[in-house]
């Protein structure tokens, strides 16, 4: 095969010489960066933060540059320490306890971060909601978790169903008023000590739950522990090629896991000054960000790149953005046309990295000391056994398509999925943790992404299960059956295609289409509403009643059909 690359650069990274150099690297050599208590335990929130607190050279550098369309505010790392610990003892206050599941459904601001950190602190287990979420897709997140505290906000708290869920004892909202019969964070703030004994916990002890989609079911609840940091703080030195006066963007909303993983761990892991952006995205704003705040390291989505470049040559010409030295890229296929762009608009290379929720962390990257073959995602980290698996999980050759599969045992890897063993289990065969995307690998290692083996969608980078789409649209008074697709998408990857048939004494108008797409928006959350709607008289099913979500995909495509001898007569 003919292959364009694009030559690594020199310069000082971190991982360089990689594959002779970490040959035999065991993550139990990244344990000896981490400060163990007199028990042998740590804490993720002392990592991240207190530490640099402690350090005198340290603690007053910015940790947090926050930044939306009508706040800006800068906290250094001992403030962030102090703010933290405050919340830490309002949590104890009201009687939270290690192991408790405190949700946060917030926009992103500096106090979304004293909070996040305050949970930790006191060995609780943070379940962060993106805050586009509707009604259902709330309930169904803290119905499951059973989480006792919620922290949010006046205006989304209208969007918690307070009454269906028996295990959520507490409220605290942020910017409410003395009329609110909740916890009042401001008022509790003020009133709440700076000093605070963090609770040491085990490397196994829970930190984080995010909730993510699959083709079947409701979302489910990835379990993250304490001992995903060894990764995070590695991957942050190695693929974010952070360095210690770093300013560092990544622009993911901590609701979904890269905004947790690199939003908050690796680069505070890391001790770099992290810039957050809230605020609705726009082009000529995000092209700002990195010139206003010198960033150097970006860390971003195909979505945004593409959207990026829609806004033309003019946009980037208009910024200073030499202070930006290397640019990643998640969540998507990485175009190698975006590729093309990133070395015109900003003289760099954008570096693939592949991962998920249940992953934790990056493990398969291109790294900037490595070079590039554009489209592919890169090679797996040292310490990382990637590969390509039959269905029984025997290993294939090169350039052979297959499941992509990692052998299990990476340390940010989930531990659980919340109250749902036999779904964990199904992840993995013979060894091998199977990702659900399909991948080959060339003759030298690296890994091309070619599509995902279930029906799961993937929409703007964001994961969105067919069947959480299905179940609402069929609560719409019009609606009798629903089958869910992605449909390609130029711009978003996918876009969601619903085919839908209709309730006797509805017929088809513009109008209805447009009741009903709202419903899911309303319903769920807008990135989860289909762009497409489609009459059907009837709905491909399976005999045992499964919707051939495959059926649907291969006629809209106008694809041949395959296999249909299960189909319902
Ligand atoms: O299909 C892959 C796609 O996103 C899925 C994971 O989604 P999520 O759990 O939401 O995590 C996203 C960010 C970590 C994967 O199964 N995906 C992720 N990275 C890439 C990708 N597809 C292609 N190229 C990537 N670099």
């Not at 403030?79 to 408790?100: C, H, M, P, T, W």
């Not at 206003?292 to 033309?312: H, I, Q």
């Amino acid at each position: 095969m003919d292959m364009q690359t694009i030559k690594a650069r020199a310069g000082d990274h971190n991982l360089e010489n990689y594959e002779e150099k970490y040959k035999n690297f065991n993550w139990d050599e990244v344990k000896s960066n981490f400060t163990w208590s007199e028990t042998d335990k740590v804490n993720i929130a002392y990592e991240t933060i207190d530490k640099h607190a402690a350090d005198p050279a340290k603690k007053d550098q910015a940790a947090l540059i926050y930044s939306s369309p009508d706040r800006e505010e800068t906290l250094s790392f001992d403030q962030l320490k102090r703010k933290s610990n405050q919340f830490a003892n309002v949590l104890k206050k009201y009687e939270i306890e290690k192991g408790d599941r405190v949700f946060l459904f917030m926009h992103r601001s500096p106090e979304f971060y004293a909070a996040f950190f305050g949970i930790l602190k006191v060995g609780a287990i943070a379940g962060p909601l993106f805050e586009a979420f509707m009604e259902q897709a709330v309930r169904d997140r803290l119905e499951d978790s059973e989480a006792r505290m919620l922290i949010t906000t006046p205006d989304l708290l209208e969007r918690v169903p307070l009454n269906e869920l028996p295990n959520l004892e507490k409220i605290v909202l942020v910017g409410g008023s003395d009329s609110d019969h909740h916890i009042n964070f401001e008022k509790e703030m003020q009133k709440a000590s700076e000093d605070f004994e963090i609770e040491w916990v085990d490397l196994e002890d829970g930190m984080l739950l995010h909730y993510t989609s699959g083709s079947t079911g409701k979302p489910k609840g990835v379990y993250h522990v304490h001992n995903a940091m060894i990764q995070h703080y590695q991957t942050g030195k190695w693929v974010l090629d952070l360095k210690d006066d770093d300013v560092y963007w990544c622009t993911a909303d901590p609701g979904w896991v890269t905004g947790t993983s690199y939003g908050i761990f690796a680069p505070w892991l890391n001790g770099v000054t992290n810039v957050v952006r809230g605020g609705r995205f726009s082009p000529d704003d995000w092209y700002g960000t990195l010139d206003d705040k010198n960033v150097n390291v970006w860390y971003s989505a195909p979505t945004a790149f593409r959207k990026m470049l829609s806004a033309g040559e003019e946009a980037v010409k208009k910024h200073d953005l030499s202070s930006l030295r290397h640019i990643l890229s998640v969540g998507e296929p990485l175009n190698p046309e975006v590729i093309t762009w990133g070395l015109k608009a900003f003289d760099l290379r954008i570096h693939d990295t592949w991962w998920m929720t249940e992953t934790g962390a990056m493990l398969i990257c291109n790294y900037p000391s490595e070079d590039i073959r554009p489209g592919s995602m890169g090679r797996p980290l040292p310490g990382i056994k990637a590969s390509i698996v039959d269905n029984e999980g025997n290993e294939l050759p090169a350039n052979q398509m297959g499941n992509l599969a990692i052998k299990e045992g990476w340390p940010s890897m989930m531990r659980a999925v919340w109250d749902n063993p036999g779904k964990f289990e199904s992840y993995f065969i013979n060894g091998w943790y199977v990702s659900g995307d399909s991948a080959y690998r060339d003759e030298d290692g690296y890994f091309w992404f070619q599509g995902r083996l279930d029906d799961v969608i993937n929409t703007s980078g964001e994961r969105v299960g067919p069947f959480e789409v299905e179940s609402k649209l069929i609560e719409h008074e019009a609606v009798a059956e629903a089958g869910v697709i992605g449909k390609p998408d130029p711009e978003r990857g996918e876009i969601i295609k619903a085919f839908v048939t209709l309730r006797d004494g509805y017929s088809e108008s513009d109008e209805l289409l447009e009741d009903i797409r709202q419903f899911v928006k309303k319903g769920l959350s807008a990135h989860a509403a289909p762009r497409e709607i489609e009459i059907k008289d009837t709905i491909p099913k399976t005999r045992s009643g499964k919707i051939m979500r495959r059926l649907l995909k291969s006629w809209e495509l106008g694809l041949p059909t395959g296999d249909t001898s299960t189909l319902e007569e």
